[in-house]
């Protein structure tokens, strides 16, 4: 690594994450095989119904840098991982808010009636009650292999609105609670904002759930998934090909090494597929048209990539 991680944000220094293949410091940039299309996400259009604070998709009721995916793109994308024969398990929808998108209940039947799980990243608020009968509707069909993962960003209504606005936890709540009486499979991201200790944060969400009867195990990671900040302004260390012994991190644990996912961008003429869920938008990033041909190495040459994926853990799939 070229540097240590600092207590104070400092601003990112404009000499890196320029040139894929070295560092500022002239080292050679870490970069994260293919192994598998374990996961394959699917930007479903960046609109949402409410803009947060910090958000790393930069999503709002403004924002439609990525337009709306139709299922039957997804479905070409389906189709293109039966004919390469990818053990693909697991498929995500993520936005914008994915509910916003009329498609999404087709979609979510389409990868349903394929075998393949699908995981879904919402805020649980007015887009998704809207689908409150074909959602259960799914549910009965294909039970647990439908899960939905809800963000509440913090335990408390307080710091919850601090990001994401006056009035939403409510709606949010509401919609958590209708989620688990009605017997989905639910998981809840959080985000580490608030500085507590993970313990903290984890207890302080095991009694929001215990209040609501909730039925999520907020010491299960993979259940409670609390996410790292993300700025891409404030510095961080470009990862080395030297990183991956000093930190006693593998590759192949990084999300890029067995996900991609699709995004349609404004005005082009169909989509493309990108290395993650985290990088919607750079042009440096863009792999192609087609499943096939994004089957390539990636080089972590963006701040999200060394502070999310390897120096924070994170990862976006189930587990």
């Known amino acids: 690594m070229d540097g240590s991680v600092e207590t104070v944000r400092k601003p990112l220094n404009p000499a890196k994450f320029r040139d ?61 991982i039966a004919a390469l024969g990818l053990d693909t398990g697991e498929i995500g929808f993520t936005g914008g808010e ?67 606005g006056a009035g939403t936890w409510k709606s949010a709540v509401d919609g958590l609670g209708w989620l688990a009486r009605n017997g989905f499979n639910v998981h809840v991201a959080g985000r580490t904002f608030s500085g507590e200790p993970a313990a903290a944060l984890r207890a302080g969400y095991a009694a929001l759930f215990a209040a609501g009867a909730i039925p999520v195990d907020a010491a299960d990671p993979a259940r409670l998934v ?59 990033f863009e792999m192609g048209a087609h499943l096939a041909d994004a089957r390539v190495p990636v080089a972590l040459n963006h701040p999200h990539c060394a502070r999310f994926c390897v120096l924070g853990g994170g990862s976006c799939s189930k587990g």
Not at 42 to 51: E, P, Q, V, Y
Request: aromatic share 6%; charged share 25%; hydrophobic share 40%.
């Open 98 to 164: 994915p509910f916003m998108n009329r498609d999404i209940i087709a979609m979510l039947d389409d990868v349903l009636g394929r075998g393949m799980r699908a995981l879904v990243l919402t805020n649980a608020m007015k887009p998704m009650r809207r689908f409150e009968s074909a959602l259960v509707g799914l549910k009965g069909r294909f039970g647990d292999r439908l899960t939905l993962r809800v963000s509440l960003d913090h335990y408390t209504a307080a710091l919850h609105e601090a990001e994401r």
């Open 226 to 284: 609390l996410f790292p900040e993300m700025d891409a302004a404030v510095d961080v260390p470009e990862i080395t090909e030297r990183c991956w012994s000093i930190l006693g991190v593998a590759p192949d644990s990084i999300m890029c090494a067995t996900s991609r996912m699709v995004v349609k961008r404004r005005g082009a003429h169909g989509p493309e597929v990108v290395p993650c869920t985290l990088l919607p938008y750079g042009p440096g």
């Open 20 to 80: 894929p293949d070295a560092t500022a410091a002239g080292e050679q940039r870490a970069r994260v095989p293919f192994r598998r299309l374990a996961t394959l996400w699917f930007n479903t259009g960046s609109l949402c119904n409410i803009a947060c604070a910090s958000c790393y998709m930069e999503s709002s009721p403004k924002n439609d840098r990525l337009a709306y995916l139709t299922a039957d793109e997804v479905r070409a994308y389906l189709d293109e």
